[in-house]
């Protein structure tokens, strides 16, 4: 497992970036970095199962471990969903953290990835545009 961290200083409030994050219509917008017509289904509430999509009804299902709006949120990422079918994987701890915070100038956005080896050129390759995503929606939207 290797560790991966990211981030990005964004000119916008905490609760802004938040938003951007996951509401369902940006969600879709700054997921793009990693596939065209990324979406999520399921509620983020702490203990619950979130299932990510790609358009192909691909993806991945995880339990939301920490929900703190505006904060913090971190998925434990259990299995993998090829078809529509779940198929749990043994990936240990493998989380995807998202930490928000307030800054003079807005808001620094980490992003903090526990990730299998086999996942990290696309994490390294992906993660960054992403987050870049997330800035301009943060700081252009109204």
């Known amino acids: ?10 000119n916008a409030s905490p609760e802004k970036v938040w938003d951007v994050l996951w509401s369902e219509i940006t969600y879709r917008q700054w997921t793009t ?5 990324s979406f999520y289904q ?15 009804n691909n993806g991945m299902y995880s339990r ?8 913090e949120m971190k998925f434990l990422h259990l299995g993998e969903i090829y078809d529509g079918v779940e198929s749990p994987q043994d990936w240990g701890d493998a989380t995807e953290t998202y930490i928000l915070e307030e800054t003079e ?7 903090e ?3 299998p080896v086999e996942f990290i050129a696309f ?9 870049g995503i997330v800035k301009n929606l943060s700081e252009n939207q109204l």
Request: aromatic residues 10%; glycine residues 8%; without cysteine.
């Open 42 to 56: 399921g509620t983020l509430e702490e203990g619950s199962i979130v299932k990510f999509f790609d358009p192909n």
């Open 105 to 111: 100038d807005g808001t620094r956005l980490k992003s």
């Open 123 to 131: 994490f390294e390759d992906k993660f960054p545009k992403a987050l």
């Open 64 to 71: 939301v471990e920490k929900n703190i709006p505006n904060k």
């Open 1 to 10: 497992m290797e560790t991966l961290l990211y981030e990005v200083q964004i």
């Open 33 to 37: 970095a990693f596939t065209d017509g």
């Open 113 to 115: 990835i526990h990730s």
